[in-house]
């Protein structure tokens, strides 16, 4: 039951002319600890991810993680599946970093001073101890998505899906994310343009054109990638 | 930068600080009502007064206070401005001072209160109204929100306008609002999308 499936999915969005289709009947399953997808700006690398938590819904065919299925079991889903964003700033919700992590783990610790205390944990636990009173805004690239990473795994989810997370960074912190990602007990799903990043994954899977064009090892795929983008 | 410090807390050991979000907010409401309902300059004045009295009392770092503050301070200006044009210098001073001793009102709330401890007040005040239909926990969270997007939107017309800039279009106010706008938008976009990826909202 564990993984994630998808069963004959098309993601179509409207236009004036009738309707786009910007993921081709795809089905898939994925059960590899990490897997990136890769491939060309606009191919439907993010549409694909968003599917996999209902962001995006699927417009025919079915996604099921675990066993759920995301259309029906959206909120079941939501527990399962942490979503990381490439901009952080569109993340984190709260003024300061303690209170970001305490928003996620207001489900679980009802009571606020366990709740602080917990979030203080969590920030410690990722390299963030002492950020707690900084505020949101002053965090640097790296920072804030490390905190956007960690408020994301505080709700202990079973699946990371994570959208281009290194491409704001520079060249340390996006080492520094990719090493945190790739060791995570998490399975990962990373969309990502850094093939360095790709070629450590289990699988990788090659985007174009709203079509799952290659899948397989990473370095079958990744080269296949440099040799025809 | 300056955006940055508006809406948020200041630890400290005032006695501002010590008393609970719950008073602070009716506190908060109830001093909004007073300085709505009481007319004239001379008590707008007396207002402005006193709410800045409390800003120093909270131990807030004025010269980031009134940096982040500074855009919020010029369009009380202009609203000055226009008031003066349009109804003279009283009605102008009673507008502009109950403006700003609103401002320093939520400011002192924010200066000296976590947002975590505002939503635990706002859901607990409201905890009645479950009854009704009303979902504490979703009111107190969009209360927040506001909290933090007022300086985020504070950002959003800082990057606009230097986007202009670089553009040698800084006198267009198209070119600054139109950005601006599609900016805001598509923040709140983002921003429902994560609170939506989190199961924020799920509840």
Partial sequence: ?229 | MSAQLLGLHQPGTTWLHRLPAGAKLLGLMAASLVVVLVHGPASAVVFVLVAAGLVVWSGARLGFTLRAMRWLLLTAAILGAWTVWQNGWPRAVEVVGDLVALILLATTLTVTTPVDEVMDAVARGLRPLRRVGVDPEAVALAFSLMLRAIPTTIGLAEESRDAAVARGLERSPRARLIPFVVRVVARAHDTGDALHARGIGDD
């Fill in chain 1, 1 to 229: 039951m564990s993984g994630i499936r998808l069963e004959q999915v098309t993601v179509s969005v409207p236009t004036q002319d009738g309707e786009r289709r910007i993921l081709h009947e795809t089905s898939l399953e994925l059960t590899e600890r990490r897997v990136a997808l890769v491939g060309p700006n606009g191919s439907g690398k993010s549409t694909l991810a968003r599917l996999l938590n209902g962001l995006v819904p699927a417009t025919t065919g079915r996604v099921v993680v675990d066993g759920l299925d995301v259309a029906h079991e959206g909120r079941e889903v939501r527990r399962r599946v942490g979503f990381v964003f490439t901009d952080p700033a569109a993340q984190l919700v709260m003024p300061t970093a303690r209170e970001d992590v305490a928003l996620s783990l207001r489900r679980t610790h009802r009571d606020k001073t366990e709740r602080l205390v917990a979030a203080d944990r969590v920030l410690a636990d990722f390299g963030l101890a002492g950020f707690g009173d900084r505020s949101v805004h002053g965090l640097s690239g790296g920072e804030g998505q490390l905190l956007a990473l960690a408020g994301v795994l505080a709700t202990g989810p079973s699946i990371l899906v994570a959208d281009e997370p290194t491409t704001l960074l520079d060249l340390g912190n996006s080492r520094r994310i990719g090493d945190l990602l790739l060791g995570l007990e998490q399975q990962l799903v990373v969309v990502t343009h850094d093939l360095d990043l790709a070629e450590r994954c289990d699988r990788v899977l090659l985007v174009r054109d709203g079509r799952v064009e290659r899948d397989g090892s990473p370095a079958d795929v990744v080269g296949h990638y440099r040799a025809t983008a």
